[in-house]
């Protein structure tokens, strides 16, 4: 697939607000780094973001795990009102308030993490040559006069290093398999109906395997920075996962057992 070439428009909104600001907290990090490993910036960027985005992850997280725990709840409530939509509505309502759940709690951090990693992507698709420094903050300190993108070039290990601004496939695979690791991790972890269950298993499943194979295409066709994005973002994201799934429950247990009708 041929390199896919953009323009960036420095007074446009959106590369002020968002490619600008990441461009520079790269730079700064890659500037400050020993030895000027723009690998090690990736990283260390991606290790800041991910810690910005916790609170708001955690959350999603954490309603995850409810939605799972209070499943026998909300099928219960389903069919006891398989007839009427309406009570079933509210049944559910009811169940969501009583564990202080909100089934859209997941959608802001993961818009916030979409938006992210567009501009994330705009930063390695076109931001690792020497043009795009024109763009680094006249009050940066230290800015770099040149951008070096070769990944573990101080290792003095030819077969280690990588050119951060063209596709590897080696990277672009190890994108997919670490995708393929965060999917069986949080499979465990999703609510599954009763009713359609097996439907949405298998549809689980087919998206564990699928992702992995997408992501290994799209990364053998971008800038190998995207991988090592990836790589770094998922890993940091299967360790948050394993903190927040090992925390105490917050859902009441005498929902979970008694499967009580919704109040009126």
Sequence with gaps: MPPINFTLNENALISKLLYQPLFN?????????????????????????????????LNMLKSQRALKEIQPQIDHIRELHK??????????????????????????????????????????????????????????????????????????????????????????????????????????????????????????TQMIYLFPVITVFIAMSLPSALALYWIATTVFTVFQQYVAMRSPSTVPQRIIEHHEEPRN
């Design 83 to 204: 007839t009427d939509q309406t009570k079933q509505s509210q049944g559910l309502m009811q169940v969501y308030k009583d564990n202080k759940i909100s089934p859209f709690s997941s959608c802001l951090p993961m818009i916030l993490q979409l938006i992210i990693l567009w501009a994330l992507y705009r930063v390695f698709a076109f931001g690792l040559t020497p043009d795009s420094l024109s763009f680094v903050y006249d009050w940066l300190p230290h800015a770099p006069t040149t951008i070096n993108n070769i990944f573990l070039a101080w290792t003095g290990v030819s077969w280690l290093t990588v050119d951060l601004a063209q596709p590897n496939i080696y990277l672009a695979v190890i994108a997919g398999l670490s995708q393929l690791w965060q999917g069986w991790y949080m499979k465990k972890f999703q609510a599954i109906p009763k009713e359609g269950g097996g439907m949405m298993k298998l549809l689980t």
């Design 25 to 57: 907290v790269l730079i700064l990090l890659y500037a400050y780094i020993p030895g000027n490993d723009m690998g090690l910036a990736i990283i260390a960027l991606t290790l800041i973001i991910r810690a910005i985005l916790y609170p708001s992850y």
